[in-house]
Structure formats: C-alpha cells, structure tokens
C-alpha cells in the first residue's frame, strides 16, 4: 500500500521560504504523477502544483506560478514543494498526493492516494 509522509511545515513571516517534503513509500514511485495541494480553513482543497512521472512536465496554480517550485527526485522517492516570498494566503494545510493510473494530473479526483499534512503558516 502506497503511504506518503510529509514534512517540512512551520511558521514563517510573509516573505521567507520553506521546503516542504514527501516521502513516498509501497509503490514504484517513478510510475506515479505526484501533486501538492492545499487546504485552508473553511475552504475547498485546491491543486498548489504537480508534476508528471518523469518530472518532466509540471504545473502550478496562479497563486504558485513564479513563487513555488515542485520537483522529484526518483532515487529516493521524495517530491518536493520550495514555496518562496511566503504570504498570509498561504496559509493553509499541504497535501502531498500520488495519481497511480495517469502521467500528470492536476484534479484532486484523479489522485488515488494522500499524505496526513503538514500545517503552514504564515504570519504578517
């Protein structure tokens, strides 16, 4: 069974950075797509970023376009999400999620699998 663990999560102030980490574990991680989404209070979970199984081709919401970058890196089976110039709005619960049927996915629908969280915040 597939388990993702995520990590990497904490309080900063508006405009500094985190790294935020999956580890994947009990699949073969190079065949899956993998996704970051995320969830604030009272709100619906969005897509934040995903990229395909070969890394290749990636997307990002607009609020993650030129801040956020999401890479792989199949010898270790991690996914990461670097978040820079961190706002208040982005404040919310990230999801790391892995889609075992398709190259690239960008509806949380598609994804079959899904870490427990990690919270970040970020002050004004």
């Known amino acids: 069974q597939v388990r993702l663990v995520e990590s990497g999560g904490g309080l900063v102030q508006t405009g500094e950075s985190l790294r935020l980490s999956c580890k994947f574990s009990?699949?073969?991680?190079?065949?899956?797509?993998m996704g970051w989404f995320r969830q604030a209070p009272g709100q619906e979970r969005e897509i934040v970023a995903s990229?395909?199984?070969?890394?290749?081709?990636?997307f990002y919401s607009d609020s993650a376009k030129g801040r956020f970058t999401i890479s792989k890196d199949n010898g270790k089976s991690m996914v990461y999400l670097q978040m820079n110039s961190l706002k208040p709005e982005d404040t919310a619960i990230y999801y790391c999620?892995?889609?075992?049927?398709?190259?690239?996915?960008?509806?949380?629908?598609?994804?079959?699998?899904w870490g427990q969280g990690t919270q970040v915040t970020v002050s004004s």
């Open positions: 009990g699949g073969t991680f190079s065949l899956h797509a």
């Open positions: 999620a892995a889609d075992k049927d398709s190259m690239f996915a960008t509806l949380a629908d598609r994804y079959d699998y």
């Open positions: 990229i395909s199984w070969s890394g290749e081709q990636t």
